[in-house]
């Protein structure tokens, strides 16, 4: 057998198929490509999934999150407090919608944001909350008597509808969950009005006759990715299902291994484990490995200039993180390969 994958995109489209060459085909033929009615069914159902009610749909996670965050009138002069221990891409949303990104230590246990961290790093400018459900495990809901945006780039269907939050930001990059064919992301919300400033962000604010009432871009999604994101939608969650299934056994062969504390809603976007001696210890195993992330955001050169605090369990997961190979697609021979090598 060769070496079992970290992911195989590959997998998951030929998953997909016939349907998926046929919803392009179609798609293409229509002659409509960009915000039609694929990109505003595909809104109904994953907002019906997430138990809100509206989703609209974007360019990206990263341009979720900035676009909500704009549409919550944070920007120059703000701050938004954000778990040390993510990808980058929390970080820069915030910088790009003109705010200062905080960040603050995370748990020991969850790699998720610190409450207590988070609560020390409000100051007077402080004008949202990002909490990070990374690696698809939810992240505690801080009560800091402000806004809160969820990053849930890697939580595909682990959230309770019911969290405090204004919205919640989603990433369809390919390897994400719900991933498309190339980049995707959507602000969900229960909030109409935040819902349709969203909507006008996304499209340069063009209202009839060309008329633009405010200065912003273009971030819209287009009908083949939609149309992909449906056909990934109906089986999502037989998915996060079998990456759960996948994360138990990992658990159970290797019970010495420190893992991400578990959480019921978790869907495993990645099965990570905590390894000291992290390089030797990947250049011994029988299978493919990855790090998310090797750099805590308070170590990223491009963001020192916002490092206020020491955050030192952000910067010890960073340090020991190792992603095993944990996707769906896995054949029961490759997970027991696995378990195997993690023994």
């Not at 778990?83 to 919608?97: H, I, K, L, N, S």
């Not at 020192?304 to 190979?325: G, I």
Request: negative net charge.
């Amino acid at each position: 057998m060769s070496r079992v994958p970290v992911v195989d995109l590959a997998r998951r489209s030929a998953a997909l198929e016939p349907e998926l060459s046929e919803s392009i085909a179609a798609v293409l033929a229509s002659g409509v490509f960009l915000l039609g009615p694929e990109t505003a069914a595909f809104e109904a159902e994953f907002a019906a999934f997430c138990g809100r009610r509206h989703a609209v749909a974007v360019a990206s996670g990263t341009e979720a999150l900035r676009l909500a965050l704009v549409a919550m009138e944070v920007g120059a002069g703000h701050e938004v407090i954000i778990p040390a221990m993510t990808a980058v891409p929390t970080a820069a949303a915030v910088r790009a919608a003109g705010a200062v990104p905080v960040f603050a230590d995370v748990s020991e246990a969850t790699a998720t944001l610190d409450p207590d961290a988070a609560a020390r790093a409000v100051t007077d400018r402080t004008r949202a909350v990002i909490p990070v459900h990374l690696y698809g495990r939810p992240s505690v809901i801080p009560d800091l008597g402000m806004p809160v945006l969820e990053d849930a780039a890697q939580a595909h269907g682990a959230l309770d509808p019911g969290a405090p939050s204004v919205a919640v930001a989603y990433s369809f990059y390919p390897t994400k969950n719900l991933g498309g064919i190339g980049d995707g992301g959507a602000v969900v919300t229960d909030d109409a009005a935040l819902a349709e400033i969203v909507r006008a962000l996304r499209n340069h604010a063009r209202g009839d006759d060309y008329e633009h009432d405010r200065v912003t871009g273009n971030s819209r999604l287009s009908e083949i990715e939609a149309v992909a994101l449906r056909l990934g939608l109906r089986r999502l969650a037989a998915d996060n299902a079998r990456r759960a299934a996948i994360a138990r056994a990992y658990a159970e062969a290797a019970p010495d291994l420190r893992f991400q504390e578990p959480h019921p809603r978790h869907v495993y976007h990645l099965c990570v484990v905590r390894v000291p001696d992290r390089e030797a210890w990947r250049a011994a195993r029988p299978f493919e490995t990855a790090l998310h992330y090797s750099r805590a955001l308070t170590q990223q050169p491009g963001y020192r200039e916002f490092v206020r605090d020491p955050c030192p369990e952000a910067e010890a997961w960073a340090a020991e993180c190792v992603s095993l190979p944990c996707f769906p697609e896995l054949t029961d021979d490759e997970i027991e390969a696995v378990c195997r090598g993690l023994q």
